[in-house]
């Protein structure tokens, strides 16, 4: 059994690369829209600010006007706590548009501040996937050369154990 959750314990590493993975790839995308997208001013329609400290799950809906006529709107755009407040008393804010892209619209204010975020965010779970794989392959390794501990050792009781002993 013991073995059986040493082998299953990859998923942990593999997890937080996983992890590593989507937070990267997001701050590339929010990046390139920051880099490649056009700039327009978007009218906020409404704002959520979670006052819970459990809750963390803020978001702004946008509504953006394009040079073209047509109109992109955000519901629910997803930001941290601490960056709603740099939005919440505006009426409109300045964006960068990419359509098209994964992060299609980036608020121009605090998208570097966003991009940092999941950049340590990136940092930090890829660091944590190779402090758990280390782990993970040393227990299994420690498993196969020299056997599960649990399986090993004491055949029968040691009467003269000090656990054993009773203290007047």
């Not at 590493?13 to 990267?24: D, I, K, M, R, T």
């Not at 009218?43 to 006052?51: D, K, R, T, Y």
């Not at 992060?103 to 779970?125: G, K």
């Amino acid at each position: 059994m013991t073995r059986l959750v040493a082998r299953g314990a990859w998923i942990v590493p593999l997890f937080f690369l996983v992890v590593a993975l989507h937070q990267g790839k997001t701050t590339v995308d929010l990046q390139a829209t920051l880099d490649q997208g056009k700039p327009a001013t978007a009218e906020i329609l409404e704002v959520h600010e979670e006052n819970r400290v459990d809750v963390t799950f803020d978001w702004v809906s946008l509504r953006v006007p394009l040079e073209d006529g047509s109109v992109i709107t955000k519901d629910k755009l997803a930001l941290p706590h601490s960056l709603i407040p740099l939005v919440s008393d505006k009426e409109t804010v300045e964006v960068r548009v990419n359509p098209g892209a994964s992060q299609d619209v980036v608020i121009t204010s605090i998208v570097s501040t966003q991009w940092r975020i999941a950049a340590m965010n990136a940092a930090i779970a890829f660091v944590a996937a190779l402090l758990f794989a280390g782990g993970v392959f040393y227990w299994n390794r420690s498993l196969s050369r020299v056997g599960d501990p649990a399986q090993r050792g004491v055949d029968e009781p040691d009467p003269d154990h000090p656990a054993r002993k009773v203290a007047w």
